[in-house]
């Protein structure tokens, strides 16, 4: 019992001095287990690899150039369609966010669409556009959309009306106003949208991919089941947390540590 | 600063669930002088935010008429300024940059307004948190604040709603302190709401009594200034005049 109070003693101090500790330690238990598994060769070996043959796996990909270029494929198509999902979401969400007609209009339609699963649309995109880039960029934005219109509209409501009574009588413009307190208030429901919008729109890109891609991570992992090679898909399934791991905590994270905790407005976590 | 007067001023709301027009405020007649403090009491829910905020512009009026200066009030706008029980600070702005939001908006330049924000900060005592962020203040400061950044825009009227009735009972007093010092240097137009007896007492030079939507009565405070806590709280004069609107309240 004692040893353990200093073990964990031991963890939080370490893990105060280097932060990025914190996210690693956790997995080691995990992955031990991974290994005994393994070891015990209840499965046969290329049904359930150990975690060194997956390491060696992951080396000769990198080493061949495969992993980085797929990897790099996945980013540019994540990126591509998330700037333009949020470069019509935001505005959308703005007018839908300050026009009660409008947003009367079009909510049930949003949340109508937004049921509609990312992948449900793939069906109909691949009669439409054919196993493409333009399939691909048609889920991912479909997907990074609704979450952030929806919670751009949410942030803009839950603006606290006195902070707009305050700009009024201070002199502030409508035009002002809008920018210099509702979408300040707005952001942190922003950031949170876009938050979830980029976690589907990863999820999303990695099962179009699967269906329609030539290339990516989602390619890769499906491919090597062609192939028999489990090592691969595990190498795929890795590299998915991996990536969202650090997308999240060292993109999104700070951003909301600078703006809503800063503010008060978030409390941290 | 300038005059600020109530004419025949009503409110009616239409009440949903009974199907009624209901009636807040009835025929408030005012006259506010320039330079004066006029403090508004009354139990709850007898219509004195309702007032402010109709002067303030943030909520029509529906019978008789505001005037500021001679104009008629036709919504919110910056020649009345307001501080809010609620301090409503912007968040995302540090403390000068609140303070200078007024002067900001108006187009005064940025020489200009970092002299406005060092003179306000200044004047109430908060030069040392000129870049915090309101979240990381006191509430007593956060009060402060929104009351420098109301002044610092230069209204021509103070309205006040309840500022103070959020903080603790010694920091309360404070600040009551310092906006007596503040009003006796400046002499701002001001209109200062709030349920507090002693408060509107010790603050103002006028105190209203409001009822049900009326006004019951109005009662000079002729004390002395400067004014402070250490010379009021066993003065004769303050007890018997907050006796006096304390009864008024009571029976409105």
């Avoid at chain 1, 046969?44 to 060696?56: C, K, N």
């Avoid at chain 1, 890769?220 to 997308?247: K, N, P, Q, T």
């Avoid at chain 2, 009491?41 to 200066?69: E, H, Q, W, Y």
Wanted: proline share 5%.
């Amino acid at each position: 019992m004692i040893a353990l109070y200093s073990i964990w003693g031991y963890y939080a101090r370490w893990t105060a001095r280097w932060p990025a500790l914190a996210a690693f330690v956790p997995f080691i238990p995990l992955i031990a287990i991974w290994a005994f598994l393994a070891w015990l060769e209840i499965f046969p070996r290329v049904f359930l690899p150990g975690p060194i043959d997956v390491v060696e796996k992951a080396w000769e990909l990198l080493y061949k150039g495969i992993l980085t270029d797929y990897l790099a494929d996945s980013l540019a198509r994540l990126a591509v369609g998330a700037a333009a999902g949020m470069a019509i979401a935001i505005p959308l969400g703005v007018f839908v966010g300050l026009n009660k007609k409008a947003h009367d209009f079009s909510w049930p339609i949003l949340l109508f669409f937004q049921a509609i699963g990312d992948i449900a649309w793939l069906p109909i995109l691949l009669v439409w556009f054919g196993f493409g880039l333009t399939t691909m960029t048609f889920v991912i934005v479909y997907t990074v959309l609704f979450p952030v219109v929806l919670n751009t509209v949410l942030g803009m409501r839950s603006v606290k009306p006195d902070l707009r009574r305050a700009a009024q009588s201070l002199g502030a413009s409508p035009a002002r106003i809008l920018f210099e307190v509702t979408l300040p208030g707005a952001l942190p429901n922003i950031i949170t949208g876009l938050r979830n919008g980029l976690g589907y729109g990863w999820r999303a890109l990695i099962a179009a991919e699967i269906i329609v891609g030539t290339s990516g991570i989602g390619f890769l992992m499906f491919d090597a089941r062609r192939a028999g090679s489990v090592e691969e898909i595990v190498v795929g399934m890795i590299v998915l947390g991996v990536l969202w791991y650090i997308v999240d905590s060292w993109l999104l994270a700070p951003i909301e540590r600078a703006t809503g905790q800063r503010w008060g407005l978030v409390t941290a976590r | 600063m300038k005059s600020l007067a109530l004419e025949n001023l009503s409110k009616t709301y239409f009440d949903p669930y009974r199907g009624i027009q209901h009636t807040a405020i009835k025929d408030v007649s005012l006259k506010v002088n320039e330079g004066d403090f006029v403090a508004v009491v009354g139990p709850s829910g007898c219509g004195k935010s309702t007032i402010l905020n109709m002067i303030a512009g943030f909520v029509p009026i529906t019978g008789g008429r505001i005037l500021v200066d001679g104009r008629e009030v036709k919504g919110p706008g910056p020649d009345r300024g307001v501080v809010f029980q609620s301090h409503a600070l912007f968040p995302w702005k540090t403390v000068t940059e609140n303070v200078t939001f007024g002067p900001k908006m108006r187009g005064v330049g940025k020489a200009e307004r970092a002299k406005i924000a060092e003179e306000y900060l200044a004047l109430a005592g908060l030069s040392h948190a000129a870049d915090k962020y309101p979240a990381e203040l006191s509430g007593g400061m956060q009060q402060r604040v929104g009351v420098v950044r109301a002044l610092a825009n230069n209204p021509d009227v103070l309205l006040m709603d309840e500022p103070f009735a959020s903080v603790d009972a010694q920091t309360r007093m404070t600040l009551q302190e310092e906006l007596t010092r503040i009003w006796e240097e400046r002499r701002p137009t001001v209109v200062f709401i709030t349920h507090d007896v002693t408060e509107a007492v010790f603050l103002a030079n006028r105190v209203v009594v409001l009822s049900k939507g009326h006004v019951l009565s109005e009662v000079d405070i002729p004390l002395e200034r400067p004014r402070s806590w250490d010379k009021l709280n066993e003065d004769d004069q303050f007890k018997a005049l907050s006796n006096k609107v304390l009864q008024l309240v009571r029976s409105a």
